[in-house]
């Protein structure tokens, strides 16, 4: 499994231990409220689907709104297939979410596992971000001394770039430092003490790397029967 299909699968697990969705809402949390996953189609969604449910994570049944029961017969279609997570789905997602591996602090995985604090531990969120801040602070130091070799080399312009590349690590890293000290301190992002997994809103902006959530711009297919 390559690491990409490995997070889409992460998350789809993540969403569907909500609550069961079928494939076109499913796809369009994925693009709004987890900015990362912006460029999966339905091509990449619906296979990853399958081989969940292949391996007894997920189950499938018919859509049972009074909508999905009228549409079927008038368009000559399958009504909406839903997805539910299920007890062998929920404990995999659990193993998951515990795992602080390196693999948890590179870029699109770390942003997968942020958008699921929510439903995180206390020590594995603070493991998952004292090792994002490492990943980032040893990135940092070679960009500086990346910068310090060639300066005399460069043009303005990519002189500028470098510099807005390390601003960019540095904000996160900032970002990052106060996540941890808030952590520490007891707190959820919403600033109350607690022991149990922060409320995270997965939609924030501050995310580095989860934007806004919002309507996706691309029209929505109605198309999303089973496949």
């Not at 009074?66 to 008038?74: F, G």
């Amino acid at each position: 499994m390559s690491r990409r299909s490995g997070i889409l699968e992460f998350a789809v697990l993540g969403l569907l231990r909500e609550s069961p969705m079928h494939g076109y809402e499913l796809r369009k949390r994925l693009n709004t409220s987890l900015g990362v996953f912006r460029a999966f189609s339905y091509g990449t969604l619906y296979p990853c689907l399958k081989t969940l449910v292949a391996q007894g994570w997920l189950i499938e049944e018919p859509g049972n709104t009074t909508e999905d029961a009228l549409a079927a017969p008038l368009t000559g279609r399958r009504a909406k297939i839903v997805y539910r997570l299920t007890a062998e789905g929920k404990e995999h997602f659990e193993q998951l979410l515990s795992q602080t591996g390196p693999d948890a602090y590179e870029d699109e995985t770390f942003a997968a596992r942020f958008a699921f604090f929510g439903q995180t531990s206390r020590d594995v969120r603070m493991r998952v971000l004292e090792g994002r801040r490492s990943r980032l602070e040893e990135r940092l130091e070679k960009m500086r001394v990346s910068l310090a070799r060639t300066r005399e080399r460069l043009d303005d312009y990519t002189l500028e770039l470098q510099r807005h590349g390390m601003e960019s690590v540095e904000r996160e890293v900032r970002w990052l430092n106060e996540l941890i000290e808030s952590e520490r301190a007891g707190r959820d992002l919403k600033g109350s003490a607690t022991g149990e997994p922060a409320q995270q809103d997965t939609t924030s902006g501050a995310t580095g790397g989860l934007p806004r959530s919002g309507d996706d711009p691309r029209p929505d297919s109605p198309d999303d029967t089973a496949t």
